[in-house]
């Protein structure tokens, strides 16, 4: 089992910045990508942003210039720095890692959320 634990989420002001983290642990084996996913209330869940183990990202152009995706291959962590926050970044933010060795279809794990609420 894989277990991934988010936390930095929060009440903040418009133009402020929050960080984001998230640790993966448990039976972790080839870990293709992490990423950040949001949901709002009456909306899908969608990317906001993800990079490979390779250190490609992948943005959602409405965060581009604004969030920075990072992570930490051996600690397993993926990180979002968001800032220059807006209210329609408000949303339950969501880890998500993948985890695919070549062959077969990947496995996505999936964080419990942490919620981020920006007051304008």
């Known amino acids: 089992q894989v277990q991934l634990v988010e936390s930095g989420g929060g009440l903040v002001q418009s133009g402020g910045s929050l960080r984001l983290s998230c640790a993966a642990s448990?039976?972790?084996?080839?870990?293709?990508?992490m990423g950040w996913y949001r949901q709002a209330p009456g909306k899908q869940r969608e990317l906001v942003a993800a990079i490979t183990i390779g250190g490609n990202t992948n943005y959602a152009d409405s965060v581009k210039g604004r969030f920075t995706i990072s992570r930490d291959n051996v600690k397993n962590t993926v990180a979002l720095q968001m800032n220059s926050l807006k209210a329609e970044d408000t949303a339950v933010y969501y880890c998500k890692l993948t985890s695919w060795r070549g062959l077969g279809s990947p496995t996505d794990y999936w964080g419990q959320g942490t919620q981020v609420t920006v007051s304008s």
């Open positions: 448990g039976s972790i084996f080839s870990i293709y990508a």
